[in-house]
């Protein structure tokens, strides 16, 4: 782990790999599967560790990267991110860079995302002799970037204008270079595909020290009209199809799917363990596009739709250097916090249009709360994302992300490389961009399985840069889980981690959540910044299908005085070291799905852009001495200062999920003594919960199965219609059961109580343990897993 600094006592619970002495504690089970041939990595830990990596990175293998000089390569990437030094354009006369950037602290993982656009045809143009050498794009292409760079107010050079156009139309055709049948520029590409396959390989360490990850991926470069409906596609281990899929064979999500689909998932691949993830990020520059409940072709997305989306896009990249993505204050305007970052295609494209300012359904708090409003009307959640950051650096240059080096070290090679062209206003690559994000994932080692799997099942944050330790979890744990050492163990037992899907796991009440963030260690030069608050956003959806949100503080306090010197950048004030919390949702409905996610905010530091002013000394009190080119540090279009943050993955709450609220199994002297209390809840009754039709079969397991009673079509007497149902039967002849009663709100919360005559309940072992409750009726099949202690003659579950 890349933490650096001195362990407390919090990093010790944050990364605790023990179960102390609690007799009922369970480690979280391991997901995944080898699905390569390496060794077992010496660190391992089951209750797993915070890596911090980056999976959008680009190399002189993207097109976008080489019209701005770059000319490093994924394997300079590759030892970038392990803390290698690596030059930046410009380059002197002697053909040398002149400026050098490294890592003051190395990364995890990392995963280089090229454009699959342009491969062949970058690699056509730089090479003598290939077919395509002397077409008049590729002379224009070299006669471009082998001239002296043009000022940051000129025109976008035609040749670099001519790539962008095609990925720009509805129907994207290759540039001339390429043949008719675009074979040559295609197997140009599987070559500069074979040697992105080549590095990751080269550098991923297989070995019992797992002190590197590499990911093989690229990146599908949708630009319809101009919009950023970009994805990352990030493969899980070697078996990879033999070329990238670009925007040229697949302009849409759909077709993008499909061909994944058929080149990995249903054994296109060659060693049939091929598996990936496709991630959006930029949706801030989408023009609303990202993500809209419809295909592609406008036609409304169906359940399948919904669910083939959310397994293939379970992440979203929420910040990097084009700004965040999270919200806006014209949506939020309860939320202060949100015009932290703010960039949009207006500020990136000073042609852009007025049209393609900010809207709503740019944002992934809005796509969270567009995902839950579909669920409800289509029994589905397209957009049930994960949060991740990342760089989306051209410099080859992953992880680099502190705010004092981004200035000199930028990420558009040229376009940013020189005072001037970084503090302008014209876009990209300006004052209004930043120094990227992180991303963070909870995995048992350092090695492609265990972070994929921790990809997958979306137990990842997102940070601004800083790299904070941070927790969620969401349950039934202790109301003072935090002063519990168990903490790890009680979160993973009673609750699921960040990413998770919970239900009316305390009946009525709101789930309980605990964060617990610790902050950024620094080391070797990179600061480290108390925290200032914790809060938890809220999103939900109500009976008329309209979406809310609201922010709670939970933790910290956002009065704590905490400020920055702008003259010097020296911070002042106090903060927290550590923060944590246990809270209940105040508003929280059983029957309202909804999603909850940690946001954890950082004492305010002098931006990156301050920092340059200042060692330019810019004098704003006196505008007539500001020279023209640093105009913009006076105009107030950025702030002079930020509060770095973290973002956690949301936790889901799904009403139509089962809650023990209580139960009782007693155990008698002899066989066939034992009697049954269950106490169920179910936050909202969806239609195929139907006993009148259905019937009901409710299910105990363990190991074995404890108790299975099925209750045929009308066997509970409707007491009230529609919403009141029982059975009394004193002699137990279904199942044992003597009484039953299903009584279901208004708001269509459902309570089901259950108790039995004296039955054989043998199989259930006498110990602290794991127990499984199901409740099936046609279609409708929920569980609730938890564990049930045992005292003397009896279990009980936790609560």
């Known amino acids: 782990m890349s933490i650096g600094g001195a362990r407390t006592a919090l990093v010790t619970v944050l990364l605790c790999c023990t179960c102390a002495s609690l007799a009922w504690a369970e480690l979280p089970t391991q997901d995944w599967t080898r699905t390569e041939t390496r060794a077992d990595c010496a660190s391992y830990n089951p209750l797993r560790m915070p890596l911090f990596g980056e999976t959008h990175i680009h190399t002189s293998f993207s097109g976008d990267a080489t019209f701005v000089r770059v000319r490093t390569t994924p394997r300079d990437a590759y030892m970038f991110a392990q803390g290698a030094q690596i030059g930046l354009p410009p380059y002197d006369s002697s053909d040398q860079p002149t400026r050098f950037a490294q890592l003051r602290r190395p990364l995890d993982f990392t995963a280089v ?211 965040s993505s999270e919200c806006d204050p014209a949506s939020s305007p309860n939320d202060e916090l949100c015009g932290f970052e703010q960039l949009h295609r207006q500020q990136l494209f000073a042609t852009a249009s007025a049209t393609t300012l900010i809207q709503p359904s740019n944002y992934v708090r809005r796509a969270l709360r567009e995902g839950i409003r579909q669920h409800d009307l289509l029994g589905a959640n397209p957009f049930e994302l994960g949060l991740i950051g990342s760089t989306d650096t051209h410099n080859s240059t992953p992880g680099s992300t502190v705010e004092e080096d981004y200035a000199a070290n930028g990420h558009l090679g040229l376009r940013d490389a020189i005072p001037e062209n970084i503090l302008s206003r014209i876009g990209p690559g300006g004052i209004v961009t930043n120094a990227g994000g992180l991303a963070v994932v909870w995995a048992e080692e350092n090695s492609r399985d265990a972070i994929f799997a921790a990809m997958r099942r979306r137990e990842t944050y997102a940070t601004s840069g800083t790299r904070p330790i941070v927790r969620f979890f969401g349950g039934h744990p ?191 002297s002899g066989s066939g003594a034992d009697k049954l209390h269950l106490d169920l809840t179910i936050g909202r009754v969806p239609p195929e919960l139907d006993v009148k039709t259905n019937g009901l079969t409710l299910t105990l397991r363990d190991d074995d199965v404890i ?38 709100s208004k708001r269509g919360t459902a309570r089901l109580i259950v108790d039995t005559i004296p039955v054989d309940l043998s199989h259930a072992q006498q110990s602290n343990h794991r127990i499984d409750t199901e409740l099936a009726s046609g279609a409708y099949d929920q569980h609730d897993s938890r564990i049930w202690e045992s005292s003397p003659e009896r279990l009980e579950p936790q609560l």
Request: with cysteine; glycine share 10%; aromatic share 8%.
């Open 113 to 323: 995302t090229d454009h699959a656009e342009w491969l062949g045809e970058i690699r056509t143009c730089l090479t003598s002799g290939l077919e395509g050498y002397d077409d008049d794009n590729c002379k224009a292409l070299r006669d471009e970037i082998n001239s002296p760079p043009a000022g940051i107010n000129a025109p976008i050079p035609l040749v670099v204008a001519a790539f962008q156009l095609t990925i720009q139309s509805a129907n994207p055709m290759r540039l001339s270079m390429c043949d008719p049948d675009t074979m040559n520029c295609q197997n140009e590409a599987a070559i500069v595909w074979g040697d992105e396959l080549d590095a990751a390989e080269e550098f991923y360490d297989r070995t019992a020290a797992c002190s590197f990850t590499t990911f093989p991926g690229y990146e599908w470069t949708n630009n319809l009209g101009g919009y950023n409906l970009h994805r990352n596609v990030i493969f899980r281990n070697a078996d990879v199809p033999p070329l990238p899929t670009s925007y040229y064979e697949q302009p849409h999500l759909e077709g993008l799917f499909t061909r994944l689909e058929d080149d990995c998932l249903n054994g296109g691949a060659s060693g049939g363990t091929c598996d990936f993830l496709s991630i959006p990020h930029n949706s801030n520059a989408s023009g609303g596009a990202m993500f809209q409940p419809a295909n592609s072709d406008n036609s409304p997305l169906t359940k399948a739709d919904a669910v083939r989306r959310a397994s293939h896009e379970p992440l979203v990249e929420i910040f990097q250097h084009k700004g």
């Open 478 to 668: 202790a109301i003072d889980g935090c002063d519990d050492p168990n903490y790890l163990e009680e979160g993973y037992t009673r609750g699921v981690p960040m990413g998770g899907e919970i239900g009316p796991v305390l009946g009525l009440e709101s789930p309980r959540f605990t964060v617990m963030a610790q902050q950024d260690p620094g080391g070797n030069g990179e600061p480290s910044t108390p925290l200032q608050r914790i809060q938890i956003v809220k999103g939900w959806v109500d009976e008329n299908h309209q979406t809310h949100e609201k922010v709670f503080d939970v933790a910290g306090n956002p009065g704590n005085g905490a400020g920055v010197d702008l003259a010097t950048c020296t911070p002042t004030g106090t903060g927290s070291a550590s923060l944590c919390t246990t809270w209940q949702d105040p508003g929280f409905r059983a029957n309202e799905r909804a999603f909850y996610y940690a946001r954890v905010i950082e004492n305010p530091v002098c931006r990156w852009s301050t920092r340059l002013c200042n060692s330019l000394a810019v004098d704003c009190s006196n505008p007539g001495s500001v020279p023209s080119q640093y105009a913009e540090c006076c105009t107030g279009i950025v702030d002079k200062t930020v509060q770095e943050r973290a973002w956690t993955s949301p936790i889901f709450y799904q009403p139509e999920r089962l809650g023990v609220k209580k139960g009782r199994i007693m155990f008698g």
């Open 707 to 744: 108790y299975s009673a099925a209750l045929p079509a009308g066997a509970l007497t409707e007491t009230v219609p529609g919403r009141g149902y029982r059975l009394n039967d004193p002699s137990g002849a279904i199942a044992g059961i003597r009484k039953a009663r299903l009584r279901i």
